[in-house]
């Protein structure tokens, strides 16, 4: 077997187009960096390539890290994901053998909110869906069925970092604000309430949730019939809070005049159904992005690595580890 390398930092994929940041970053701290291919590779083959290289830290952007790629390396310290979500570890199986499992929290909250209110402002204005018409030959404002933002109720589900920055931009239009969290609190200008209440008395849902078990489908038929007839629904959290197939029905149906989906349950595949549709805007996974929040988040996720196999704490730690990494 391969014998450990204390000095190895294996990264699974990146979304950008080269890793000179990351290879700059670890290699002046002493380190060598071994990628994997740009686009996620699959649980096999990260299992494969910790199997070979035995790292002592492991990055990733969406590929998974399974329970057998975590175990492949005995002097694994740590897995930092080079985002938010933590949907594509096995969280478990690090605590149980002492590895540290962190993120970067806080790299792209502009740009997620930002993302929200473009697809709110491309709906309430048919940006979208004129643009289309107009490309294809058709100039009829008399079709115009348009929106007052500030005279609409949104809804957030979900109420961390991205959520608040989100409600700030969304008050500064004088929209309704309603807030789901399992954490309510006081605040001016938001009022929090249950989620069934929420999706009752909101034009607009924006989903800010993770993905935890008890999120699969949070969004699904029973859910979106609850919901105000014609109302969007905007996703920029994990596709797998929203039951696809159960938003392409109610397109289909008018309950959802519009969806604004950053992310989906089967990306990199998009339902030929779904791109069918006329009120769905779609964007490949891309709300986390902008020049100056890819540089933030590749630097600091190195730098985080570098920190932990130079035995100093981290600053972002997800899990308290059994035993110390």
Avoid at 25 to 48: C, D, H, K, N, W
Avoid at 212 to 229: D, G
Avoid at 259 to 282: F, K, M, N, R, T
């Amino acid at each position: 077997m391969t014998q450990f390398r204390q000095d190895t930092v294996l990264l699974t994929d990146f979304a950008w187009p080269d890793i000179e940041l990351e290879r700059g970053i670890i290699a002046a701290a002493g380190f060598r960096l071994v990628a994997g291919p740009s686009s996620p590779a699959s649980a096999e083959t990260i299992e494969a390539l910790a199997r070979e290289h035995q790292p002592a830290a492991i990055m990733t952007c969406w590929a998974q890290v399974s329970s057998a790629a975590i175990a492949s390396s005995p002097g694994l310290k740590i897995v930092a994901r080079m985002g938010v979500g933590l949907d594509n570890i096995a969280v478990a199986s690090a605590t149980e053998r002492g590895v540290l499992v962190t993120n970067v929290p806080d790299y792209c909250v502009e740009e997620v909110s930002d993302h929200v209110m473009g697809m709110l402002l491309a709906w309430t204005r048919g940006i979208v869906s004129f643009d289309r018409d107009v490309r294809s030959g058709n100039w009829n404002p008399a079709s115009a069925q348009l929106r007052r933002l500030s005279a609409l109720t949104c809804g957030i589900i979900g109420y961390g970092r991205i959520g608040r920055r989100t409600a700030a931009k969304l008050k500064a239009f004088g929209v309704r604000l309603l807030v789901s969290d399992p954490h309510p609190q006081a605040e001016d200008g938001i009022t929090f309430t249950d989620l069934d209440t929420l999706l009752a008395q909101s034009d607009a849902v924006i989903v800010h949730a993770p993905l935890v078990p008890s999120t699969r489908h949070l969004i699904n038929r029973e859910r979106i019939a609850r919901m105000k007839q014609g109302a969007m629904l905007v996703n920029v959290s994990r596709g797998g809070i929203v039951d696809t197939d159960a938003v392409i029905a109610a397109l289909q149906s008018g309950q959802l005049s519009g969806a604004g989906l950053d992310v989906l349950e089967s990306e990199p595949d998009v339902p030929a159904a779904l791109a069918d549709q006329p009120g769905a805007i779609i964007t490949p996974h891309v709300a986390f992005s902008s020049d100056v929040s890819l540089i933030e988040l590749r630097r600091r996720a190195c730098e985080e690595v570098v920190r932990v196999l130079r035995g100093e704490n981290a600053h972002f730690p997800c899990n308290k580890p059994t035993v110390p990494a």
